[in-house]
């Protein structure tokens, strides 16, 4: 088996016990998100899918900022104000909607420009496109807010046909996985609003 191939797979599986942990809005779904991009930084090296291996660096260092901020998260108002605890699920806030889809179009062109002009990327739009929404999403989900999956769904989405193109197909395979889970954690993340 080749290592682009072993990669691939063994970043498979442990999507998947990430994304099971992500759809349960567990803490440890943080630890997955250190070792995943881990594996990835090397299979989209070999790849080709710079944008991507930039991504998985940025998803290591996000792992360490999602698990603080949702292991020491302080609550500001109610009986447990001041106290610290794990942060709850929240719907996303209106205030940050409006920077959110300025950050997207900032990262989006620049790191197309980067791509067009220091690689040789062969889908710089969209390997733009997807590193740019996964930075906006991964703030979300640190935040614990459960729009963060309707994020996700887009970039699962393109990631998936991607993939197809790039010929890796397990790495396709889970983000078509991630597709369908985005749908149903949405769904479940609200109703866990519901019931706090």
Same mark, same amino acid.
């Given at each position: 088996?080749?290592?682009? +191939? ?5 970043? $498979?599986?442990? @999507? ?9 809005? !567990?803490? #440890?779904? #943080? ?16 790849? @080709? ?10 998803? *290591? ?10 292991? #020491?998260?302080?609550?500001? /108002? @109610? %009986?447990? %104000?001041?106290?610290?605890?794990? +942060? ?11 920077? !959110? =889809? ?6 989006? $062109?620049?790191? #197309? ?7 040789? /990327? ?11 929404? !996964?930075?906006? =999403? ?9 729009? %963060? ?10 990631? *998936? ?10 790495? =396709? ?10 749908? $149903? ?5 609200? +109703?866990?609003?519901?019931? !706090?």
């Amino acid at each position: 088996m080749d290592t682009l +191939r072993f990669l691939d797979i063994l970043g $498979f599986v442990v @999507g998947l016990v990430y994304l099971v942990l992500e759809y349960k809005a !567990s803490i #440890w779904l #943080w630890l997955a998100s250190i070792i995943m991009p881990a594996i990835d930084m090397v299979l989209y090296y070999k790849a @080709g899918l710079y944008a991507d291996f930039g991504m998985a660096i940025y998803y *290591c260092l996000a792992g360490v900022y999602g698990y603080v901020s949702w292991k #020491w998260f302080k609550h500001a /108002s @109610g %009986q447990q %104000q001041g106290q610290r605890g794990e +942060r709850p699920v929240t719907h996303y806030k209106r205030a940050h909607i409006l920077p !959110s =889809a300025a950050a997207l179009l900032l990262l989006w $062109f620049g790191i #197309w420009w980067m791509l067009t002009h220091w690689t040789n /990327s062969t889908v710089p739009v969209a390997d733009a496109f997807t590193t740019a929404l !996964s930075i906006v =999403a991964l703030w979300a989900l640190a935040q614990k807010y459960a729009e %963060q999956w309707l994020l996700w769904l887009v970039v699962d989405v393109v990631c *998936c046909i991607l993939y197809v193109r790039k010929g890796i197909p397990f790495k =396709a395979a889970i983000y078509g996985i991630y597709t369908v889970v985005a749908v $149903f954690g949405y769904r479940k993340w609200l +109703r866990m609003i519901a019931a !706090s």
